[in-house]
């Protein structure tokens, strides 16, 4: 059954997601009562809509990667039970305005930032997240970015297709052995212990910071250690913390200052989680060597003096982006709204004072 296929620049897309109920209905050869109805706000792999359909729930869906334009997601959410938030939409005061029948907010995501939960839970309005199923995608894309900005990858790619390389040469692109070296984990939750453990594959000493020492950790030989501490030994900073607002730029000027000169920056959690014209600056005058990064603090907008920095390696969001973690995180979502809509327990319920 398609999905409709609703575009970002023209209103009469509202008609053509609506109409795509109704199709979907005739193709079942009989009209049946939906019991909710429910707005996905971006393409989602088809097996999230699916345990939807099969729970009698009517979908209206917009079938592409890029946002809905403001206005036309607050007219889809109008009619809505719930919602699956599939990108980074900013769901506030305005949006539960616009949607007076909404019970529940899933996201396809950890992360919930982009939500406004205190307002959510003051109206009533269970706020769902999908922790636990991309732990291992985005713990290797961690590694995808120490990894290339440690031995050059993107630069080697660009320099072998240039059609300029004129074989070995013991000087080119030199990077940094990973053996001996120390990675700093700055959050040691789900993502943070995996980063960790792939760690102690490469030979790497292991620091941590969490609010308690973590046993499975500490069996690996890791440390826990002080934000200081992390900052001023490590080699490679890896960043696995939530954004609050206590996380907030808490890597700045100051906290770059302190990190080795021929220290890595790794930021695959929220980008606001660092000042980016701190972060600049510390490339741009060699505090530190280098930054991998997947997150930034105005997505989708990247800071044009960073995108022109030698010393990094970027990538746009795709930290749990394979195959498999994203068709689980979207039946995950659906379940869990599911859950909300009919009255059952959720695990994954953030905001559990809701009601």
């Known amino acids: ?5 609703c575009h970002t620049t023209h209103l009469p897309c509202l008609t053509r997601a609506i109409v795509s109920q109704l199709d979907q209905l005739a193709n079942h050869r009989q009209y049946r009562a939906m ?3 429910v707005l996905i706000t971006r393409r989602i792999p088809a097996e999230g809509i699916e345990v939807l359909r099969r729970n ?9 990667e890029a946002p809905l334009q403001r206005s036309e997601l607050l007219e889809l959410a109008r009619d809505c039970d719930g ?22 907010v899933s996201c396809v995501a950890v992360g919930y930032d982009h939500v406004d939960v205190a307002e959510a839970t003051h109206r009533h309005i269970y706020v769902t997240n999908t922790p636990d199923v991309l732990t291992d ?30 074989g070995l040469s013991p000087t080119l692109l030199l990077g940094v052995d990973m ?11 789900r993502i943070g212990a995996a980063v960790a453990k792939r760690a102690t594959g490469f030979s790497m000493g292991v620091l941590y910071l969490a609010r308690s020492a973590k046993p499975e950790l500490e069996a690996m030989g890791a440390k826990q250690a002080t934000f200081n501490e992390i900052l001023r030994e490590s080699d490679f900073v890896s960043v696995h913390v939530p954004l609050t607002s206590e996380t907030r730029h808490v890597f700045g000027e100051a906290q770059f200052q302190k990190m080795k000169p021929t220290a890595h920056f790794i930021n695959v959690a929220r980008g606001a989680v660092h000042d980016e014209a701190a972060l600049v600056k510390a490339l741009r005058e060699g505090w530190i060597a280098g930054a991998g990064l997947d997150v930034y603090e105005h997505e989708p907008k990247i800071d044009p003096e960073l995108v022109k920095l030698p010393n990094t390696l970027l990538l746009p969001h795709i930290g749990s982006a394979t195959v498999e973690t994203r068709r689980r995180m979207a ?25």
């Open 179 to 189: 053996a001996g070296k120390t990675i700093g984990i700055v959050g040691a939750g």
């Open 35 to 37: 019991k909710w109805s």
């Open 1 to 5: 059954m398609s999905q409709s296929a």
């Open 331 to 355: 039946i995950l979502a659906s379940e869990n709204l599911l859950a909300v809509l009919r009255g059952e327990k959720c695990k994954n319920v953030v905001n559990t004072e809701a009601l």
């Open 83 to 104: 919602v699956i938030v599939a990108g980074g939409e900013r769901i506030d005061a305005e949006f539960f305005d616009a949607a007076p029948k909404l019970k529940a």
């Open 137 to 166: 995608a985005t713990a290797d894309l961690t590694w995808v970015l120490i990894l290339g900005i440690a031995r050059h990858v993107v630069e080697g790619d660009r320099h072998a297709r240039s059609g300029e390389w004129r």
């Open 56 to 64: 009698d729930v009517g979908v209206v869906s917009h079938d592409n």
